[in-house]
């Protein structure tokens, strides 16, 4: 019986707001569109908008059609891809810990990634080009340690995110202590530290989809368990549905999208705790319509991140890490006085 309700109650959450929903995915797809071009036109030397579309039409075939295709374009489209990654890792990780205080960052998986990688820059750089296989390592051995950390006859939330807390802290240590001893080789890792998109080219776009293909259709495989979790582990049950199991599975896609973005631009935070939160005001917690509002959202948040720490400053470009860093914290604080709770709106 509890079976038919809960079922019930899914298929009339998803109507009532699949109409809303269309909107709001309508207005990110829209607001995306207008940003990447916004993007591709600004810069150290602005392109009006004629310019721009001639570029892209291929009608200027002269310097202009050269920034904008082969330098500004791909740095837009990378930007789109790793903040929809980033804000579909954040989701699942929040759904499995029922905690929307959960992102890659703050339980280690990030962390996991990004000390592989950093290793093999610092230590190994002859291996730089393996980058991102350690990456997925890395992320892949912080889950392991972080589960079997948590392990108590099941897996419990709180463990997980304290176990999770727990591995940070030492890889942010093992961090520290590393760039210490190779202070004088920092300058390749900064960029990477920083989550910078500078420099990218075609090939970490190719790169990216193929990693952002995989993942975010495995993410979109993950709707119904992720809805179930949210409803606790008796209703798990009451469906069917192996609670540990899911928990296990969300982990290692969530980890997977992480570090595919650590692999390829280096630590960028925020944009896994805030986007799902933004989401969740939006369109509510049915991941059926939230997930893909993370998407979109999570493209727009991190383009006009990367946009804006490419222009705020003359002369001066501000790597989108960092942007993130500064503005999610106090945005994230800002939502959270004046909602005075994490609910699904």
Request: charged share 10%; aromatic share 6%.
């Amino acid at each position: 019986m509890r079976k038919l309700k809960y079922k019930q109650s899914n298929t009339l959450l998803g109507s009532a707001s699949l109409l809303k929903a269309g909107v709001v995915w309508a207005v990110l797809a829209l607001l995306l569109v207008l940003l990447a071009i916004v993007s591709v036109a600004i810069g150290s030397a602005g392109y009006s908008l004629s310019q721009v579309v001639d570029a892209l039409l291929g009608k200027d075939t002269g310097t202009v059609r050269t920034v904008l295709i082969s330098l500004r374009l791909p740095r837009v489209v990378l930007a789109i891809l790793i903040g929809a990654c980033l804000a579909a890792s954040g989701a699942l990780l929040q759904a499995v810990m029922r905690n929307p205080l959960a992102d890659p960052g703050s339980i280690g998986v990030s962390a996991g990634a990004g000390t592989a990688a950093i290793t093999i820059l610092l230590l190994y750089p002859h291996l730089a080009l393996s980058v991102p296989l350690f990456a997925f390592l890395g992320a892949a051995c912080a889950c392991v340690i972080i589960y079997v950390a948590a392990w108590k006859g099941g897996v419990d939330p709180t463990r997980i995110i304290l176990s999770g807390v727990a591995v940070n802290s030492v890889l942010g240590g093992y961090n520290s202590l590393l760039q210490l001893m190779n202070s004088d080789n920092l300058e390749g890792v900064l960029a990477f530290l920083n989550g910078s998109l500078s420099g990218c080219s075609w090939a970490s776009v190719r790169t990216m989809v193929f990693y952002a293909v995989i993942g975010l259709f495995l993410s979109l495989l993950c709707i119904r368990n992720a809805n179930a979790l949210q409803l606790g582990d008796e209703m798990c049950t009451n469906l069917g549905i192996r609670s540990s199991m899911s928990r296990v599975s969300l982990s290692a896609v969530s980890a997977f999208l992480a570090a595919s973005t650590v692999s390829v631009v280096g630590m960028i935070s925020f944009a896994g705790l805030v986007v799902p939160h933004l989401s969740r005001m939006l369109v509510g917690s049915d991941y059926k319509v939230m997930l893909p509002t993370c998407i979109l959202l999570g493209g727009v948040v991190l383009l006009l991140a990367d946009t804006v720490g490419r222009c705020i400053v003359p002369g001066m470009e501000i790597p989108v890490g960092v942007v993130m860093s500064i503005t999610g914290g106090p945005f994230f604080l800002l939502m959270l006085r004046k909602r005075g709770q994490f609910n699904g709106g």
